[in-house]
C-alpha cells in the first residue's frame, strides 16, 4: 500500500523548534519531488515547502522562508522539515505530500494523514 | 485572505448538479493549470481533479474540472450525501513562486 507517515508533531514554545519527519512506504520517495502542506484546524490548506526528487530545487512559502528547511533522505525514504523559530501562526496539522511531478502544477495525490503543530507559551 | 476566491459554501440535493467556482488572476489560474481537492470531514485532502479536467484513478466521472480563462470549475453530478465535504482549487503562482489554495468551499447535501 502506498503511504507516508508524518511523526514529529507536539508542542513547542514560541521561539522553540520541532523536527517533523515523514517516512514513505508502498513506492520509491527518492523518484518524486515532495511538499509541505499545513491547515489550521477548521481553516484552509496552505503549502509551505516543495523539494525536488534530487533535493536540487527547494521553494518556501513567505511565510516560513528562513525558519524552515526541508530535507530529505531518498537512502531512507524519508522526508524532513526543520522548523525553528515557531511562531504562534505556525499551529496547524502538518501534511507530508507526494507531488505528481508536473512543473509549476500543485497535483498532490498521496497526502499523509498529518501531524499536530501547536505553538503556545 | 487566498489570492484564488471560492465561494464559502454551496448546497444542492441528491442528484442534482451543483458548481464549485475559483477565481484568480492572470498569475495562477490564466498561465497554469488548476488542480481540485476533496476533505472529507477529519480527514486528509485527496487528490479529485488535476489539469484542469483529469481525474485520478478511482475517482467517479461524476466530477469534472474547467477551466475558462482566469477562472476555473468544479462540476458535481449525481449528487450524493457522501460527496459532503470541503473542496478546494489549486495552482501555481507566478508572482508568489508557490502554489496556493483557494479558501475552500463546503458542501451541504440537504
Known amino acids: 500500500e502506498v503511504q507516508l507517515v508524518e511523526s514529529g508533531g507536539g508542542s513547542a514554545q514560541p521561539g522553540g523548534s520541532l523536527r517533523l519527519s515523514c517516512a514513505a512506504s508502498?513506492?520509491?520517495?527518492?523518484?518524486?519531488?515532495m511538499n509541505w502542506v499545513r491547515q489550521v484546524p477548521g481553516k484552509g490548506l496552505e503549502w509551505t515547502s516543495y523539494i525536488s526528487s534530487s533535493s536540487r530545487t527547494i521553494f518556501y512559502a513567505d511565510s516560513v522562508r528562513g525558519r524552515f528547511t526541508v530535507s530529505r533522505d531518498n537512502a531512507k525514504n524519508s522526508l524532513y522539515l526543520q522548523m525553528n523559530s515557531l511562531r504562534d501562526e505556525d499551529t496547524a496539522i502538518y501534511y507530508c505530500?507526494?507531488?505528481?511531478?508536473?512543473?509549476?502544477?500543485?497535483?498532490?495525490?498521496?497526502w499523509g494523514q498529518g501531524t499536530m503543530v501547536t505553538v503556545s507559551s | 485572505q487566498s489570492v484564488l476566491t471560492q465561494p464559502p459554501s454551496a448546497s444542492g440535493t441528491p442528484g442534482q448538479r451543483v458548481t464549485i467556482s475559483c477565481s484568480g488572476s492572470?498569475?495562477?489560474?490564466?498561465?497554469?493549470?488548476v488542480n481540485w481537492y476533496q476533505q472529507l470531514p477529519g480527514t486528509a485532502p485527496k487528490l479529485l481533479i488535476y489539469?484542469?479536467?483529469q481525474r485520478p484513478s478511482g475517482v467517479p466521472d461524476r466530477f469534472s474540472g474547467s477551466k475558462s480563462g482566469t477562472s476555473a470549475s468544479l462540476a458535481i453530478s449525481g449528487l450524493q450525501s457522501d460527496d459532503e465535504a470541503d473542496y478546494y482549487c489549486?495552482?501555481?503562482?507566478?508572482?508568489?513562486?508557490?502554489?496556493?489554495f483557494g479558501g475552500g468551499t463546503k458542501l451541504t447535501v440537504l
Open positions: 489549486a495552482v501555481w503562482d507566478d508572482s508568489l513562486s508557490g502554489p496556493v
Open positions: 492572470s498569475s495562477n489560474i490564466g498561465s497554469h493549470t
Open positions: 505530500v507526494r507531488d505528481l511531478g508536473v512543473p509549476y502544477n500543485p497535483g498532490f495525490d498521496i
Open positions: 489539469s484542469n479536467n
Open positions: 508502498g513506492f520509491t520517495l527518492g523518484v518524486y519531488t
